[in-house]
């Protein structure tokens, strides 16, 4: 199991990261660091496999299972349902299909987001490129207030003098569009 990554791909299209996941935040968080340190071992036809989702299993808030369901999905992990399926609230369900967000973890080029920047200790801005030209962000507070969290063209290698348009994947809708950088207040 050592270092599974870096000769997984020769036998297998997907491997383990990280050490069984617990409904806790915190072993969310622990999963997911784990997993970022190997994102450059990811790609179509060999996935990092941070465990399961724990989404809808009573052990963390919605919004850290939408935080969950999100990196997951930036990080091209597998999306296994870790669940009692015949028990799922609609707000469970409401994550677990939410089609833009499953689209970025299908998105054909496969190359998994990871962390690239902590503005503090409690804010980050994870990142991944799509097939298409675009790319996913996700503008990530782990503490427990809400932050102003300010994403700069330049995390994502754009021109300040370039504008972009911006698209809430959540809210299914489209933000606007914003040169140079956006800041919003995240939960």
Same mark, same amino acid.
């Given at each position: 199991r050592?270092?599974?990554?870096?000769?997984g791909?020769?036998?297998g299209?997907?491997w383990?990261t990280?050490?069984?996941i617990?409904d806790?935040w915190t072993s969310?968080l622990y999963?997911?660091y784990?997993?970022n340190l190997?994102?450059d071992?990811?790609?179509?036809?060999g996935?990092?496999d941070p465990d399961?989702?724990e989404v809808g299993?009573g052990?963390?808030?919605?919004?850290?299972?939408?935080s969950h369901?999100?990196?997951?999905?930036l990080?091209k992990?597998?999306l296994?349902v870790?669940?009692d399926?015949?028990?799922?609230?609609s707000?469970?369900?409401?994550?677990l299909?939410?089609?833009?967000?499953i +689209? /970025?973890n299908?998105?054909?080029r $496969?190359? *998994?987001?990871?962390l =690239?920047?902590?503005?503090?200790f409690e804010?980050?801005?994870?990142?991944g490129p799509?097939?298409d030209?675009?790319? +996913? /962000?996700?503008?990530f507070?782990? $503490?427990? *207030?809400?932050a102003? =969290?300010?994403?700069?063209w330049?995390?994502?290698?754009i021109?300040s003098?370039?504008?972009?348009?911006?698209?809430d994947?959540?809210?299914?809708?489209d933000?606007g569009?914003f040169?140079g950088?956006?800041?919003?207040?995240v939960?």
């Amino acid at each position: 199991r050592e270092e599974v990554p870096t000769w997984g791909r020769a036998i297998g299209n997907s491997w383990r990261t990280t050490k069984d996941i617990k409904d806790r935040w915190t072993s969310m968080l622990y999963n997911l660091y784990l997993n970022n340190l190997w994102a450059d071992y990811a790609g179509p036809g060999g996935w990092n496999d941070p465990d399961m989702l724990e989404v809808g299993n009573g052990g963390m808030t919605n919004t850290e299972y939408i935080s969950h369901f999100s990196l997951w999905s930036l990080m091209k992990a597998p999306l296994i349902v870790g669940c009692d399926l015949t028990s799922m609230d609609s707000d469970t369900i409401n994550i677990l299909t939410n089609s833009e967000v499953i +689209a /970025v973890n299908q998105d054909p080029r $496969g190359i *998994q987001g990871k962390l =690239i920047r902590s503005p503090t200790f409690e804010t980050e801005i994870w990142s991944g490129p799509l097939v298409d030209g675009n790319v +996913a /962000v996700i503008l990530f507070n782990r $503490g427990e *207030q809400s932050a102003n =969290i300010t994403l700069d063209w330049k995390d994502m290698n754009i021109l300040s003098s370039q504008s972009a348009s911006l698209r809430d994947l959540w809210a299914h809708k489209d933000i606007g569009i914003f040169t140079g950088s956006y800041t919003a207040e995240v939960e």
